[in-house]
């Protein structure tokens, strides 16, 4: 998904903001941290609407299309293409524009609690490493569940799906 590819990327400079003090000497070797902002936003609890509404919207223009050109002569369906095609670069453009107003809205309090992290853990650099754009081969402190937590709480734990220990004599 698009919106997706541009999400991650639209991240970039949040995760640098806060760490480190520009045009300090340093005593010590660079301290690298990394975070999957895709994760971040996937756990944002505003996403999943805004995900669900893009892709309804999607779908009932597919089906739209589909019941628009079923039984039609080639010359009506290449009109139709090209009257869909043009609908579906406005709802691109639309879906582009909602997803960035999105990252914006969130991008101080990103930048804000990924400051703080960097500060607690000593990091001086933090690089987005969303699957797909890998850009931390190896190592790298990951501050992705801390930057979860710091925004939205700790992960909630599930009631009564606990698993007893093999070992403890429970059937």
């Known amino acids: 998904m698009r919106a997706r590819k541009s999400l991650a990327l639209a991240c970039v ?5 806060g760490c480190g003090v520009p045009g300090a000497t340093r005593a010590h070797p660079l301290i690298t941290g990394k975070v999957d902002t895709k994760a971040v936003f996937d756990a944002d609890p505003d996403y999943p609407a805004l995900s669900k509404q893009y892709i309804s919207e999607r779908v009932a223009m597919s089906q739209e299309y589909v019941k628009a050109t ?4 080639p010359a009506a369906i290449s009109q139709l293409q090209a009257k869909y095609g ?3 670069k406005e709802m691109d453009k639309k879906w582009m524009d ?3 107003n999105f990252v914006k809205g969130r991008r101080s309090k990103l930048e804000e609690a990924a400051g703080a992290i960097c500060k607690d853990k000593g990091i001086d650099l933090v ?3 969303v699957p797909g754009f890998r850009s931390v081969e190896f190592g790298g402190i990951d501050i992705t569940q801390d930057l979860m937590s710091k925004l939205y709480g700790p992960k909630p734990v599930p009631t009564g799906t606990a698993t007893p220990p093999a070992d403890s004599g429970q059937k």
């Open 98 to 100: 909602k997803t960035n």
């Open 127 to 129: 690089l987005i490493d």
């Open 86 to 88: 043009g609908r579906q």
């Open 13 to 17: 400079g949040l995760a640098l903001a």
């Open 70 to 73: 079923t039984g039609k002569n």
